[in-house]
């Protein structure tokens, strides 16, 4: 019998000769308890967070736990049914209503995660004698929507509007086309930009979809994401996001205009198939989203925060994976694994967690740490987390 798992032996012995210097495994923390958006405790430690996605802070709101709790004494803790069964509960069209409000768009479906939300959506629109062209940096659930269905896929040179332009031009004009966009992307913290983007894919006659899940709630007037900054919110067809960043739960959605949309709730096998949120879960999403209509101010902190770490960390001698801040996300570059889980493990020990990141997550030999802002980290604890990085980096030898 062939062991199907020998093709796993090449990570297997890198993360066992990592592991033997010492190093903590940095894909094994477990939170002993959450204490806020901002800190918890690992292995006893009081500990601040930098690695969480948690970009507005709403997971300790205390209407969002209040929603959750009222739902879950009210319909319990599960539907286990799919939502074209019995799966869909007043809460589900309540969240669906609250993203229609934020978004300002006529239709909302929810997923289970925002991962099915781009499977489905892409794998749906999408068939066969269509096309995909997407960002070769695109997220692992948009690949994996396109493989999941039978569209052609071309991809693009990361943020190049040249190379789409392109690609775009060598395509059969009659065909379907699907641009699929990210506002901003995920592991480096750059944005695209969507203007020219958009204006390329229209002038080619393409539908286009951008996923929203690292923009939404503090890009635009609205927080809508990068594309309503960026002013081309009435040139793209779907929105694509999650729950699991700024609404500060679980979950996946997809808002748009067209006037088929709902047919979808027919068709998406990831949607048709799957058990619908528990009651709780969207209570507390709903609630969240509405709340984000009115955070004008945890914007602004947030952005403070993300340009102020930025620039400290340029200023101690980092390399980052932007000139300057462009989301809530900073990377910050490392030369390899060993020296990216050392740098870690500094930080982790003097009370700061980040998440670390390596291919094929990344770009081909690319190791970074993921630092991911939160607009309730205070102006001290931006403070402290400098000064971990300074006293991290230079006992490990990152920076002079």
């Known amino acids: 019998m062939k062991d199907l798992f020998s093709k796993f032996d090449p990570l297997i012995n890198e993360r066992e000769a990592l592991l033997a210097t010492g190093l903590r495994d940095p894909y094994g923390i477990v939170m002993d308890k959450v204490l806020s958006p901002t800190e918890a405790l690992i292995s006893g430690k009081r500990t601040i967070l930098l690695g969480t996605y948690n970009y ?18 009210d319909f319990g803790s599960g539907t286990t049914g799919s939502r074209v069964l019995n799966g869909t509960y007043q809460g589900h069209k309540e969240c669906e209503e609250a ?20 499977l489905g959506m892409i794998s749906t629109i999408a068939g066969k004698g269509d096309y995909i ?23 693009f040179r990361h943020n190049s509007v040249e190379d789409l332009d392109k690609r775009l031009g060598r395509l059969p004009p009659e065909a379907g086309k699907l641009v699929v966009l990210e506002g901003v992307y995920s592991m480096m913290g750059d944005i695209a930009p969507l203007k020219e983007m958009v204006a390329v894919s229209k002038k080619h006659g393409c539908m286009i979809l951008v996923d929203e899940a690292h923009g939404m709630g503090f890009f635009g007037e609205h927080g809508r ?11 793209i067809d779907f929105v694509v996001g999650t729950f699991s960043k700024s609404v500060g739960t679980v979950g996946g959605f997809c808002v748009s205009n067209h006037p088929k949309f709902e047919v979808l709730r027919l068709v998406c096998r990831p949607y048709v198939f799957t058990a619908s949120l528990p009651p709780s879960v969207v209570a507390t999403a709903a609630t969240s989203i509405r709340k984000l209509m009115h955070a004008g101010d945890k914007r602004a902190h947030l952005w403070k925060n993300s340009r102020r770490l930025h620039q400290g960390l340029r200023d101690m001698g980092y390399k980052l994976g932007t000139e300057t801040a462009q989301s809530a996300i900073i990377a910050v570059i490392l030369t390899d694994m060993e020296q990216a889980v050392g740098l ?39 403070d402290e987390i400098l000064g971990m990085f300074e006293s991290a980096g230079r006992a490990t030898g990152v920076i002079p």
């Open 56 to 73: 507005m802070g709403m997971t300790f709101d205390p209407d969002v736990i209040a929603a959750g709790k009222a739902a879950l004494d």
């Open 99 to 118: 993203l229609k409000a934020f978004y300002g768009t006529e239709h909302a479906i929810v997923f289970s995660t925002g991962y099915q939300a781009n």
């Open 133 to 155: 062209i997407l960002d070769a940096d695109s997220h692992a659930s948009i690949y994996d929507g396109c493989a999941l269905g039978n569209a052609e896929v071309v991809r």
């Open 225 to 235: 994401g990068v594309f309503e900054e960026a002013g081309v919110s009435d040139d």
């Open 344 to 382: 870690w493990q500094g930080l982790l020990e003097a009370g700061l967690y980040v998440n670390t990141a390596r291919p094929p997550a990344t770009p081909t030999g690319m190791f970074l740490l993921r630092c991911s802002l939160c607009a309730e980290h205070s102006d001290e604890q931006v």
